[in-house]
């Protein structure tokens, strides 16, 4: 007995250094971490988030992610993408929709804005000493820069351009606050990515964004890249925070070192997570299909149709056709993709005329161009 | 006599060890095989709620009030409930997300036990030190604190023996019958979910461990090709997110229902319709000697213009020069199958695999299209189709279908008719192969097979022998095409 009992520890421990590989390096370093992530995957640096605040204990530490990604638009938790962004025009640019678990508004990314997370015990959890460490930063690299922070927690530059924008999520025994900074970001691409045309024909009670005139540290002083205002922050943290172990570099698809980060990556990719997490809205506008006034009510629960109303002329669609469609739209994704496959497969399988197909082809056009 | 005596001493340290162990297990519901009982039990000392009859607790009901949520604020708006009433709950489930002031907070449970009343709607204001939910708790609780109060984990990650003696193992009762049955403990078990939890998937990785068996769910970091329509891999722009890994079969014992999603009811409509339609098959094999090497040749040419040169728009092409001088094979029947419309326009479908499923996006007017033109529009439809931006007007209006199932591998085919057209051509993988010449010389030969199938009540076998035959006339010896081509 005595024998299995000295057998159970070795295997526990044996357990215990293979799940905490990166916290027990994290050990050896003491009470301040700054990490920077090696990935430029949207996705990839949510994962990375989340498994640090779920494994990671914070009890005692403080830990900064620095972070950048390629071109990616990212909603609040609690957003409506179709509100908030130009979907169609990310979706011919190719730049992914990523849903993040801390509130506020939507951010466009790219790899002139750096990301900095700074993850606390629950207790400690404090916005304006993190922004602090960042404006103090700016300074000492720019002495006379004018950044300050605000009390919505944004930082402006010279009073009127914002440059950051902050987000946090509050868990049960630790906290994460996460901000943007923006250093040399294609602005034209954030505008012209960050407007709905959509907006004014959806009703939500989802968080909307506030729009601010941004500006970039760049556009201000050629000296202020990433690089630069990264490797700042990171000493001004250090200096806030009293400690002085160098940088990590951490590779968030490292599955043996973060278990369980490959399915956390999994979980924020899905539709359901991304787009199905909408608060239920109502799209309620008229379009104009092939020369005539369609009428479009729907409401959409969970990203899915949940009822949709078309009204069309008298005449110009047989009545029945026009209630298979909207029933074939009931309980389908508010996807242009999956509708349109829906549609054809509708068409092919009820053998149409061809001006009745081509009727239908026109109002799926319009259709879809709201989602 | 040393032997007995330590016998005796090792049997009292049995005996006691069982008697500490039992008074542990009061409350498990069954016997479970011995080993079990030992060491680990500390670690599992959970009650095994889910195997209790009913979900009525016998406890007392409880407020559970809003907590502090720092900063000074009073109000969040609850946003999404996890939980609704009479659901069950471990103490550190996620009970509601509220936010407050760009701050999204998970709110968990202090408690076990069963909601009895959720206190607000989604988008209601809620005010810290008001009750949230009411938890009906399993246990008489005396002066039980009525917040969520932040603690601290009574367990820091890192002390091992700290974790032995303090910590709960977090796994639900499925994940614990999982590893009663595979004889795994759960101690051993590295938890990948939220606070440690252990989840199945833990448990499996940790017998595929044991066993050398393949890990589930690998992913892979470069995406595949969403499109294969082609024989050669196509230089389409990567898809930035990568489409999941097909997740191979893991046995767990369990089946599993879910509902067919928006891609599987088309499915589901479009292969019911085509159902109806008698079918007949027509295979043959085609010889692509010369082809491939005219393609080689043009391959400069083409990528020196942009455009990516396959053998579909060959194919494309040939079968369009055929249907020229067989047009009942481009045409549609009518529901009662009483009139048939010869179409003018041939539309020419190509299946297309994606990710999410089977689409047959297709060119237009092939009729009027050059080879080129035709590799333009097939490059344009793969860029859409990988993008999942094709719309109505590419996926509708087809009049004929090739399907290129050999670019993912197989000779013979039994394809099956899309309504509301008459015939399709699955196209088999390119082999090489040794074959006799007319000067009876064994040569290389580069052979595909192809199988038709046509609705056998408007079209006939010799018809579709004869377009067959034409069409592989003109891929065997491409010079035909030239003389042909309008």
Known sequence: ?371 | MRDVGNQTTLAQLVTLWIFVVSQRCHRHQWTEPAHVFDFSTPLTSVQWRGFRSSQVASGQVLQFKLSDIGEGIMEVTVKEWYVKEGDRVSQFDSICEVQSDKASVTITSRYDGVIRKLYYDIESIAHVGSPLVDIETDRELEGAPEEDVVETPAVSHEQPLQEIKGQKTQATPAVRRLAIENNIKLSEIVGTGKDSRILKEDILNFIAKQTGAILPYEVQKTPAPAVSTTDTPSKEKKPVMAPPAIPRPIFTGKDRTEPLNGFQKVMVKTMSAALKIPHFGYCDEVDLTELVRLRSELKGLAESRGIKLSYMPFFIKGASLGLLQFPVLNASVDEGCQNITHKASHNIGLAMDTPQGLLVPNVKSVQSLSVFDIAVELNRLQALGSAGQLGTADLTGGTFTLSNIGSIGGTYAKPVILPPEVAIGALGKIQVLPRFTSRDDVEKAYIMNVSWSADHRVIDGATMCRFSNLWRSYLENPAAMVLDLK
């Open chain 1, 1 to 371: 007995m005595i024998l299995r009992v000295s057998d159970r520890a070795c295997v526990i421990s044996r357990s215990v250094r293979l799940k905490s590989t990166l916290t027990s390096f994290f050990d050896e370093m003491g009470k301040g971490i700054i990490i920077k992530s090696a990935s430029t995957g949207i996705f990839e640096n949510l994962a990375l988030e989340d498994w640090i605040h779920d494994h990671v204990d914070l009890q005692n530490r403080n830990i900064l992610l620095l972070w950048r990604n390629s071109p990616a638009v990212v909603i609040g938790r609690h957003q409506n993408p179709w509100q908030e962004c130009n979907l169609p025009l990310m979706r011919r640019l190719g730049i992914p929709l990523a849903r993040r678990r801390s509130g506020g508004g939507t951010v466009f990314h790219d790899i002139g804005n750096i990301n900095m997370t700074f993850f606390t015990s629950k207790k400690k959890y404090n916005r304006h000493r993190n922004l602090t460490v960042v404006t103090n930063a700016l300074k000492e690299l720019r002495p006379n820069l004018d950044v300050n922070s605000t009390d919505r927690f944004d930082i402006l530059l010279n009073g009127h351009y914002k440059i950051s924008g902050t987000a946090a999520k509050l868990g049960r025994t630790a906290a994460y606050h996460h901000c943007t900074l923006l250093c040399s970001v294609d602005r034209s691409l954030l505008s012209s990515v960050l407007k709905s045309n959509n907006s004014q024909v959806i009703k939500s009670n989802a968080t909307p964004s506030v729009p601010s005139p941004v500006k970039n540290l760049l556009d201000l002083d050629p000296s202020l890249d990433t690089d630069t205002v990264m490797e700042a922050i990171a000493s001004q943290y250090k200096k806030e925070f009293g400690f002085a172990t160098p940088v990590i570099t951490v590779d968030p698809t490292h599955e043996s070192l973060m278990p369980g980060v490959h399915k956390m990556t999994q979980d924020v990719l899905t539709w359901e997570w991304v787009y199905g997490k909408t608060p239920k809205f109502s799209v309620c506008t008229s379009l104009v299909v092939d020369g005539v006034n369609i009428t479009l009510d729907m409401d959409i629960k969970n990203g899915k149709v949940d009822r949709c109303d078309i009204g069309i002329p008298d005449g110009w669609l047989p009545l029945e056709i026009v209630n298979e469609f909207t029933s074939k739209l009931n309980g389908s994704r508010c996807c242009p993709r999956e509708t349109a496959v829906l549609v054809a497969a509708f068409i092919r399988t009820n053998s149409l005329a061809a001006d009745i197909a081509e009727k239908i082809h026109r109002l799926c056009e319009g259709v879809t161009s709201v989602m």
